[in-house]
């Protein structure tokens, strides 16, 4: 396991935040800690009026790194990422996320924790929880609703289906689909173009806007953690976890 790293950038009022985990990007409980200590400074900073999140290398997230030494998550991690997740969701600035390839999991509820996200081609969106036979976290099953409908998140999230970047485009989960060579300025671009109104207006109506959302967040986050614990000691997640390192269907039982 990589150790994360989360490195900062000024340009104008924007601040860039990128992070980078090789190969995969995991989030790690260490990453999510990062970025709400740097998002809650930024909060502080009145000459930071916008961010852009965006990932080295060809994932943006693939995943949450929670594995213990017999491969799988604990719920003592998993508990310990949400409250970071939730610390996050918490602050104040506008975020951008630029998404250049895939966004899986616990990945894409980093994804999500963006107001707005411009995508690559290559970026792919999946929830691939019940392929694991286990339940969505990250605040998913709140998040992903409100933010394209009932309907396409149950799709989504009952299926584990990969959604891939048109059609995220076409459901309102991607703000923007560039090219990848233009993914960083498009999302900067967009950044800067929240950054040049009124910076007091601007949180005032992003408050507004997501009134009860953290709320509601730590209310789902609570709900799929006590169904992940339950799930977890099931002969289907064991048999999920193996099914999909090995890249086959589940034979799932119902045990």
């Known amino acids: ?61 693939a995943g949450a790194e929670l594995a213990n030494p017999d491969g799988v998550a604990g719920m003592d991690s998993i508990a310990a990422l949400y409250a970071q997740a939730q610390r996050v969701f918490a602050t104040a600035k506008p975020i951008v996320g630029a998404i250049q390839g895939a966004a899986v999991g616990a990945g894409l509820g980093l994804a999500l924790v963006a107001d707005f996200r411009v995508a690559a081609p290559e970026a792919r969106f999946w929830a691939n929880f019940v392929k694991l036979a286990f339940h969505p976290g990250f605040g998913l099953t709140h998040n992903l609703p409100r933010i394209i409908g009932e309907q396409r998140a149950s799709l989504m999230l009952l299926t584990g289906r ?46 507004t806007l997501r009134a009860g959302l953290v709320e509601a967040i730590r209310a789902a986050m609570a709900h799929e953690h006590a169904q992940q614990a339950a799930l977890r000691d099931t002969e289907d997640f064991v048999e999920g976890v193996r099914a999909v390192a090995e890249r086959r269907a589940g034979a799932f039982n119902g045990r």
């Open 162 to 207: 990969r959604v891939k970047a048109d059609e995220a485009l076409d459901w309102g989960l991607v703000d923007a689909l560039v090219p990848a060579a233009e993914l960083r300025a498009a999302a900067l671009g967009l950044a800067t173009e929240i950054a040049e109104n009124g910076p007091l207006a601007v949180l005032a109506t992003r408050k």
């Open 1 to 61: 396991m990589t150790a994360p790293q989360l490195t900062e950038d000024r340009v104008g009022h924007v601040a860039v935040l990128t992070f980078a985990a090789p190969p995969s990007n995991y989030a790690s409980v260490e990453l999510m800690r990062r970025l709400a200590e740097t998002l809650e400074r930024l909060d502080a900073d009145p000459d930071c009026r916008a961010v852009v999140l965006q990932a080295e290398g060809k994932v943006f997230c």
